[in-house]
């Protein structure tokens, strides 16, 4: 089985602050990671992903995330908020090894304050 | 990346009656395709997965007789909730991949249906 773990269903950060969510996995096999954005009424854009190689990986829009194994997380970061990042964030897991069914997390809804 | 394109973005409907979501990848050949239902300030939930040309796998708890799932060709599945009801109103959201192991999914733009 796997699961997702979303900490903070909403964060809220100045306009230029650090934008850190919080995401920790489960997953029986090495796990394919991923971070999407929803705007409202819109479908799921993906931000970046984790499948092999390099732990830190780097997404559209200035964001990244790094893969910690020990942890189990996938944090989503970003050095300066904009005020175009307000949205939900979701991570999802799914396991490697050819394709299976990807799992989301509860979401994050990002505030930007100007 | 590809174009998922999902049509209509919102349909009201009366209680009783039909309503189609079509589902259509754009500029790739999407073997799978997903049906996802997404609850207000809630994640999405997989209501089934379709293969082109089978019979589509539907997750535990959803209604295969309600919500009938076509994946008739490469680039187009249709998700048919039949004898609506209020509480099927939700925002439904496919995605479709083509491929390859490690090829990955692209999602629609969704579909907020409200039933009345």
């Known amino acids: 089985a796997q699961s997702v773990t979303q900490l903070g269903s909403h964060v809220s950060v100045s306009e230029g602050a650090l934008v850190l969510l919080r995401c920790n996995y489960s997953?029986?096999?090495?796990?394919?990671l991923f971070w999407y954005v929803q705007y409202p009424n819109q479908g799921l854009q993906l931000l970046l992903k984790?499948?092999?190689?390099?732990?830190l990986v780097k997404g559209i829009n200035g964001f990244e995330a790094e893969f910690k194994k020990s942890e189990t997380s996938f944090h989503l970061t970003k050095p300066s908020a904009h005020m175009s990042d307000a949205a939900e964030y979701f991570c999802?897991?799914?396991?490697?090894?050819?394709?299976?069914?990807?799992?989301f997390g509860t979401g994050t809804k990002l505030q930007v304050i100007p | 990346g590809a174009v998922v394109s999902q049509h209509p973005s919102r349909v009201i409907c009366k209680s009783g009656t039909s309503v189609k979501i079509e589902c259509r990848s754009l500029?790739?050949?999407?073997?799978?395709m997903f049906w996802y239902r997404q609850f207000p300030k809630k994640s999405l939930m997989l209501m089934a997965t379709?293969?082109?040309?089978?019979?589509?796998?539907?997750e535990q708890g959803v209604e295969k007789d309600k919500f009938l799932i076509n994946h008739a060709s490469l680039t187009l599945s249709t998700l048919t909730v039949t004898s609506a009801h209020p509480e099927d109103s939700s925002f439904y959201i496919c995605?479709?991949?083509?491929?390859?192991?490690?090829?990955?999914?692209?999602f629609g733009q969704g579909t907020r249906l409200t039933v009345v």
């Open positions: 995605s479709a991949r083509g491929q390859g192991e490690n090829t990955e999914a692209f």
């Open positions: 997953s029986s096999v090495p796990p394919y």
């Open positions: 984790y499948t092999t190689g390099a732990t």
């Open positions: 999802a897991v799914r396991k490697s090894g050819g394709y299976q069914k990807v799992t």
């Open positions: 500029d790739f050949q999407a073997t799978t």
């Open positions: 379709s293969n082109e040309g089978s019979k589509a796998t539907y």
